[in-house]
């Protein structure tokens, strides 16, 4: 999950271009590379002109759905159809976020694109064209939460994977914060708002119709789409299972260290916060809102007492009929096998950015900096147990394994359970415990490693990963078990020992490090110290 510091400061979720405003245009990027030949994509909109790399057809920047300027809180509408081909060379814009920090792990994958509220706009890589291939279709969800990012990253690059296990990829631009999901038809009785708490997932909705009417000519298996998602990107692979337009659209999920969304905002909160967005904006109608200037919201938004970093899904009794893994896992996606998992330290990125004194706590300093995620769960047994089960730890790594577990693990565990249980299709865990050895190796298994490896993109991510022979091993692992299980819905190779299923019984679990394990219960210890906290995240 790339880009914004202060997003990953705010709620522990961090994301991670030129297009042109005419309706028939597929991107507005720079000037043509020389290539060896030039690929052309008759999609159900229009023609559209790519690239070649190492034998893989990329078409950056292609125009699914239209702007979205001027139909601000609505559902995307269809493009105007064109009939010249354009150039798909570039990405395309960024949607409306706001400014953030630079984070160093991630400089290898930056690739901030201009922003504008005609952003709905998608990246395709492919062997083949038209020619009758029933490839895997896996396509990506950014991180960012529900606030920042975009499918531009350099990480998310598709070449190498799409290349390795003859796959098509598809990265998209969908709509963020109150673009895409602040609910104003709590304010409005225009029927045209009803929506609105959920017109980003819509976005991705119509992105994955997209895929589905063009699959046969990106050379993919309308029958067999993965969707997958880091942070922010993994809640929306969530989100997705129980959203009711989205099924039929994909055929397995995996989402990585962002089982947040086992519950979204109900209407009471969600109206709340448009209310008080509202309020800020000093506008008198939710029109009035609408119609203002992209930077004026944005500016309204950072004003209202949330800082406009407060955005989820809405059950709104249309699209989101419930909570899509609360209390249990939704009917909806019963036959969907889930790939699950998170990283052994994840929050030693965010909270060690937040503030790296978290890297040299004191034992006395522990139990007020544990409070946030405790949800006021008395300290002293769970430190207590921690340093029991964690001799060899200090008083920051017992920070970092609480508040990791309370942020993620627990989560995922939970989404693991749920899913399990309601029977239907099988559901795999994994953990990944290789260490970066980046800044002296303080990072760990730090929050967002595991792209460069599901994307092969070692090369692409130096400032993550390092280099050397060690990050390649954890590329071929784990790149190779996502592409099995976009294939078949397993991620058996044989590179890794035999993986069984996820239940609550033995809670089977591999860890990805040089050598691959599998592991019953990995996280017994925190996960029993730590069951009396309440469902969701700490601060």
Same mark, same amino acid.
């Given at each position: 999950?790339?880009?914004?510091?202060?997003?990953?400061?705010?709620?522990?979720?961090?994301?991670?271009?030129?297009?042109?405003?005419?309706?028939?245009?597929?991107?507005?990027?720079?000037?043509?590379?020389?290539?060896?030949?030039?690929?052309?994509?008759?999609?159900?909109?229009?023609?559209?002109?790519?690239?070649?790399?190492?034998?893989?057809?990329?078409?950056?920047?292609?125009?699914?759905?239209?702007?979205?300027?001027?139909?601000?809180?609505?559902?995307?509408?269809?493009?105007?159809?064109?009939?010249?081909?354009?150039?798909?060379?570039?990405?395309?814009?960024?949607?409306?976020?706001?400014?953030?920090?630079?984070?160093?792990?991630?400089?290898?994958?930056?690739?901030?694109?201009?922003?504008?509220?005609?952003?709905?706009?998608?990246?395709?890589?492919?062997?083949?064209? *038209? @020619?009758?291939?029933?490839?895997? +279709?896996?396509?990506? &969800?950014? =991180?960012? !939460?529900? /606030?920042?990012?975009? #499918?531009? $990253?350099?990480?998310?690059?598709?070449?190498?994977?799409?290349?390795? *296990? @003859?796959?098509?990829?598809?990265? +998209?631009?969908?709509? &963020?914060? =109150?673009? !895409?999901? /602040?609910?104003?038809? #709590?304010? $409005?009785?225009?029927?045209?708002?009803?929506?609105?708490?959920?017109? *980003?997932?819509?976005?991705?909705?119509?992105?994955?119709?997209?895929?589905?009417?063009?699959?046969?000519?990106?050379?993919?298996?309308?029958?067999?789409?993965?969707?997958?998602?880091?942070?922010?990107?993994?809640?929306?692979?969530?989100?997705?299972?129980?959203?009711?337009?989205?099924?039929?659209?994909?055929?397995?999920?995996?989402?990585?260290?962002?089982?947040?969304?086992?519950?979204?905002?109900?209407?009471?909160?969600?109206?709340?916060?448009?209310?008080?967005?509202?309020?800020?904006?000093?506008?008198?109608?939710?029109?009035?809102?609408?119609?203002?200037?992209?930077?004026?919201?944005?500016?309204?938004?950072?004003?209202?007492?949330?800082?406009?970093?407060?955005?989820?899904?809405?059950?709104?009794?249309?699209?989101?009929?419930?909570?899509?893994?609360?209390?249990?896992?939704?009917?909806?996606?019963?036959?969907?096998?889930?790939?699950?998992?998170?990283?052994?330290?994840?929050?030693?990125?965010?909270?060690?950015?937040?503030?790296?004194?978290?890297?040299?706590?004191?034992?006395?300093?522990?139990?007020?900096?544990?409070?946030?995620?405790?949800?006021?769960?008395?300290?002293?047994?769970?430190?207590?147990?921690?340093?029991?089960?964690?001799?060899?730890?200090?008083?920051?790594?017992?920070?970092?394994?609480?508040?990791?577990?309370?942020?993620?693990?627990?989560?995922?565990?939970?989404?693991?359970?749920?899913?399990?249980?309601?029977?239907?299709?099988?559901?795999?865990?994994?953990?990944?415990?290789?260490?970066?050895?980046?800044?002296?190796?303080?990072?760990?298994?730090?929050?967002?490693?595991?792209?460069?490896?599901?994307?092969?993109?070692?090369?692409?991510?130096?400032?993550?990963?390092?280099?050397?022979?060690?990050?390649?091993?954890?590329?071929?692992?784990?790149?190779?078990?996502?592409?099995?299980?976009?294939?078949?819905?397993?991620?058996?190779?044989?590179?890794?020992?035999?993986?069984?299923?996820?239940?609550?019984?033995?809670?089977?679990?591999?860890?990805?490090?040089?050598?691959?394990?599998?592991?019953?219960?990995?996280?017994?210890?925190?996960?029993?110290?730590?069951?009396?906290?309440?469902?969701?995240?700490?601060?």
């Amino acid at each position: 999950m790339i880009g914004n510091v202060r997003h990953l400061v705010l709620i522990g979720s961090l994301a991670l271009g030129l297009a042109a405003c005419a309706a028939p245009t597929a991107n507005g990027g720079g000037p043509r590379p020389a290539v060896d030949s030039t690929p052309l994509l008759s999609t159900s909109y229009g023609p559209v002109r790519g690239q070649r790399e190492d034998g893989v057809a990329i078409f950056k920047g292609v125009r699914y759905a239209a702007s979205t300027e001027g139909y601000r809180f609505q559902p995307a509408r269809a493009p105007q159809p064109w009939s010249a081909p354009v150039d798909a060379l570039d990405y395309g814009n960024d949607c409306p976020q706001a400014d953030g920090g630079d984070v160093p792990l991630f400089t290898s994958w930056a690739n901030d694109r201009p922003r504008s509220e005609d952003c709905l706009f998608l990246n395709v890589w492919t062997r083949g064209l *038209g @020619d009758g291939g029933k490839r895997p +279709i896996m396509v990506w &969800l950014h =991180g960012g !939460g529900y /606030l920042a990012g975009s #499918g531009s $990253s350099h990480g998310y690059d598709g070449v190498r994977l799409a290349n390795r *296990g @003859d796959v098509v990829v598809v990265t +998209i631009n969908h709509r &963020l914060n =109150g673009f !895409g999901h /602040l609910y104003v038809a #709590g304010l $409005s009785g225009d029927a045209k708002y009803a929506d609105s708490g959920n017109v *980003g997932m819509l976005d991705i909705v119509r992105a994955l119709e997209w895929v589905r009417d063009n699959a046969a000519a990106i050379g993919g298996d309308a029958g067999n789409v993965t969707i997958f998602g880091e942070s922010g990107g993994a809640a929306k692979v969530s989100t997705l299972m129980g959203l009711t337009p989205a099924k039929g659209l994909f055929h397995r999920a995996i989402a990585q260290s962002g089982s947040m969304s086992l519950a979204g905002f109900e209407p009471p909160l969600a109206t709340g916060i448009a209310k008080d967005i509202l309020a800020a904006s000093g506008q008198p109608t939710v029109e009035a809102l609408a119609a203002m200037p992209m930077e004026d919201f944005i500016a309204a938004m950072r004003k209202s007492r949330t800082r406009g970093g407060l955005f989820q899904p809405v059950v709104d009794g249309r699209s989101l009929p419930r909570h899509a893994f609360t209390p249990d896992a939704s009917p909806l996606s019963r036959n969907i096998p889930l790939l699950v998992g998170t990283n052994r330290t994840e929050m030693r990125l965010q909270a060690g950015l937040a503030d790296p004194h978290n890297f040299d706590l004191s034992w006395e300093e522990l139990p007020a900096r544990l409070k946030p995620f405790l949800g006021g769960v008395d300290a002293a047994p769970i430190i207590a147990g921690m340093r029991q089960a964690f001799p060899a730890s200090d008083a920051s790594d017992i920070f970092f394994h609480v508040a990791t577990h309370r942020n993620y693990r627990k989560t995922a565990i939970t989404q693991a359970e749920r899913k399990s249980q309601a029977g239907g299709a099988p559901v795999w865990m994994y953990r990944l415990d290789w260490a970066t050895p980046v800044d002296g190796g303080k990072w760990q298994s730090p929050h967002a490693l595991d792209i460069a490896f599901v994307f092969d993109n070692v090369a692409k991510s130096l400032s993550m990963t390092g280099s050397g022979p060690e990050q390649q091993k954890l590329a071929d692992l784990m790149s190779d078990a996502w592409i099995a299980f976009a294939r078949t819905g397993n991620p058996q190779t044989r590179a890794l020992p035999q993986w069984p299923t996820y239940d609550p019984a033995r809670r089977a679990t591999m860890i990805f490090d040089v050598t691959p394990r599998i592991v019953d219960d990995p996280d017994g210890a925190e996960r029993e110290l730590l069951a009396t906290l309440p469902e969701g995240r700490g601060r």
